[in-house]
């Protein structure tokens, strides 16, 4: 079993503080690193291999303590302690909990992986992208749950679209990691529904005064993404530098930022230089090149509208993210970078939703790289499966049968049309075409707008969609 270390004394004592035996050489290191805070985002060294950033801006009297302390520890014998051991351990403070989160979403992510794959070798080792959420309440880092992980580096051929919702268009880890998410969301609103008062009081929803349904207290999500999303947040990638290093430069400043685009049944991504923010169903058909938005645009956009999406939006005030752990081919402050620019002209936002600033952590990954092209499988797991589905991500279907996936559209709209029923105010007029009770979702259409608008005017490329037919199809409860 693969170990993670972590300190276990993570703040100095008033003692230490107080001490000031700086070397004249740290004192020059600190002044030179304060300049980030002035980003407003926070480098802390914790231990030789992880580093975490802070979106939120702290005090420089806090950060030069922290630094100072780091320059201390590190001339000292340093007790350690097993993240296997974490579960019998109280953490002492907030602080230290913040800093146990990056090894322990990766830790938790990888076991729960290495326990659903088993010994198959078709899914183990050979996966490049794995991906998972975790649950907890609050900091406790005690009760850590694994509610939802995926692996896949692909997306679906454009002759194998569907226009009834039968495909899974993507299968990168990180966004079949979201979908099976949702069916995590979905059988929490299940639960809140049952006449059993034990499952409902299981749930992690309650009800507002508007009938509106929101997380309990303190119910927190992290996300784990085993190598940098694709796009721009791996731009600056240390193993993607080019030889020609004056050529390079001048080409990632001039797309910084830029929305990008998958290449299709391939790995990579391309800035997308369209100005049509729809395709054509027919040119797809005729060998067109299927855009689908890149990871990192994706994950940019679920920091405004929410992981939840437009359907459950009917139900649920937005979930976000509390923390996103990276692992390998990461740089960390620049992600920290394109996620924040594309947050800072969306404008005010209705109630309810926010420009969500996750903390954003990279951990050296201990994982082999696996150089080469990856399989085409791609496999995804919600808390309460029996066992791992494994897609064939060219197709967008189950692998052996053919059959629909469980994390595709018109499974999802099923299961949405029965909660819907229940939780519809009597009158409502019913919908049954998907895209139908997309739109519904008034307030949330209004803030992708918002958000989609922002992005063109801080000249970062037009969003482009999918043929609106793949979203045409209607089905009856």
């Not at 985002?41 to 806090?62: C, E, G, M, W, Y």
């Not at 454009?158 to 268009?169: A, I, K, T």
């Amino acid at each position: 079993m693969r170990r993670f270390y972590c300190e276990q004394h993570w703040w100095p004592s008033e003692a230490d503080l107080t001490d000031s035996s700086l070397l004249i050489e740290q004192k020059a290191w600190l002044a030179e690193n304060l300049s980030c805070r002035l980003q407003g985002h926070l480098d802390l060294l914790f231990t030789k291999s992880i580093r975490v950033i802070f979106s939120q801006p702290f005090s420089a009297q806090s950060y030069a303590q922290m630094v100072r302390w780091r320059h201390h520890q590190a001339n000292l014998s340093v007790p350690l302690v097993k993240v296997s051991e974490l579960t019998a351990w109280t953490p002492p403070s907030p602080w230290t909990s913040l800093f146990l989160i990056t090894p322990l979403m990766a830790h938790l992510v990888r076991e729960k992986y290495i326990e659903l794959a088993g010994c198959s070798s078709l899914l183990h080792p050979h996966h490049k992208g794995l991906a998972g959420i975790v649950m907890t309440t609050g900091l406790d880092l005690r009760q850590a749950q694994v509610v939802a992980l995926s692996t896949g580096t692909k997306c679906i051929n454009g002759e194998f679209l569907s226009d009834r919702g039968l495909v899974v268009n993507d299968c990168h880890a990180e966004i079949t990691t979201r979908r099976a998410f949702l069916r995590f969301l979905y059988s929490q609103l299940e639960l809140h529904l049952s006449k059993r008062k034990e499952d409902w009081e299981q749930s992690i929803f309650v009800r507002q005064k508007d009938c509106c349904l929101r997380l309990r207290e303190n119910i927190l999500f992290h996300m784990y993404i085993s190598t940098s999303p694709c796009g721009d947040a791996r731009l600056h990638s240390p193993y993607e530098i080019s030889s020609d290093l004056h050529n390079t430069r001048r080409l990632v400043k001039k797309f910084r930022g830029h929305l990008r685009s998958k290449i299709e049944s391939g790995e990579g991504t391309l800035p997308v230089r369209s100005t049509r923010p729809v395709q054509m169903w027919d040119g797809v058909l005729q060998g067109e090149r299927l855009i689908t938005m890149s990871c990192t645009d994706k994950i940019s956009r679920w920091n405004v509208l929410g992981l939840q999406g437009a359907l459950l939006s009917h139900f649920l005030e937005p979930v976000y993210m509390f923390s996103l752990t990276v692992g390998s081919l990461r740089h960390t402050g620049h992600f920290s970078r394109v996620i924040n620019h594309r947050l800072e002209r969306v404008g005010p936002l209705p109630v309810c939703y926010r420009r969500n600033k996750p903390l954003l952590s990279g951990l050296s990954s201990s994982e082999r790289r696996h150089p080469g092209k990856s399989t085409g499988v791609s496999v995804n797991w919600t808390v309460g499966d029996p066992q791992l589905e494994i897609l064939d991500a060219s197709t967008g279907k189950m692998r052996d049968s053919g059959a629909p996936s469980r994390l595709c559209k018109h499974v999802l709209f099923e299961r949405w049309l029965r909660l819907y029923h229940k939780l519809v105010v009597e009158g409502t007029s019913s919908i049954h075409l998907y895209c139908n009770a997309k739109l519904a979702a008034g307030t949330y259409q209004t803030v992708k707008l918002q958000w989609l608008k922002s992005l063109q005017e801080a000249g970062f490329g037009t969003w482009v969609r999918k043929p609106p037919e793949q979203e045409n199809f209607s089905l009856k409860v």
